[in-house]
């Protein structure tokens, strides 16, 4: 459902592009840091909240192009919407997100040292992205930060 005043990143995601700043960014305009422990993908763990309108005040080209082929999206069993993921710019970035019904952005995970995602499967409430390297990382879609 497409909002009449979209927070940044709905903005940044349909303009094809999102932070380049390791993070969970959701489409209420909340947003948390994230670390991983570069492309193995052993662990992974939401930090402090981040505020991203200051980030880009302070620095408007920390962003990156982004998009998801169509072979990187899945369908949620529910209905109610798709998840997916993808690459940045530099080549040792990647992300994942879910989406509603429209493809427009519900969150964004930005990663800078993961490598590109290239896979997702779904499993009940749990979305699996798998890197190029074959390392995985999986999230549950009924955790609060992942849900819609």
Do not use: K
């Not at 082929?69 to 798709?82: E, F, H, K, Q, W």
């Not at 993921?85 to 992300?95: N, Q, S, T, W």
């Not at 964004?108 to 190029?132: K, Y």
């Amino acid at each position: 459902m497409r909002t009449a005043n979209p927070t940044t990143i709905v903005e940044l995601w349909r303009s094809g592009r999102a932070p380049a700043w390791d993070g969970l960014y959701r489409a209420d305009g909340s947003a948390r840091s994230a670390q991983v422990d570069g492309d193995e993908l052993s662990w992974f763990e939401l930090g402090e909240p981040l505020d991203l309108d200051a980030l880009l005040a302070a620095s408007p080209d920390h962003v990156t192009e982004v998009g998801v082929p169509p072979d990187r999206v899945t369908a949620l069993r529910d209905g109610s919407g798709y998840v997916g993921c993808g690459e940045g710019a530099l080549g040792a970035d990647g992300f994942f997100a879910r989406f509603d019904e429209d493809h427009d952005v519900v969150w964004l995970v930005f990663l800078s040292d993961s490598n590109p995602f290239e896979r997702v499967s779904v499993d009940g409430s749990l979305a699996t992205f798998t890197n190029n390297l074959g390392n995985t990382l999986t999230v549950d879609l009924d955790d609060p930060d992942f849900a819609p």
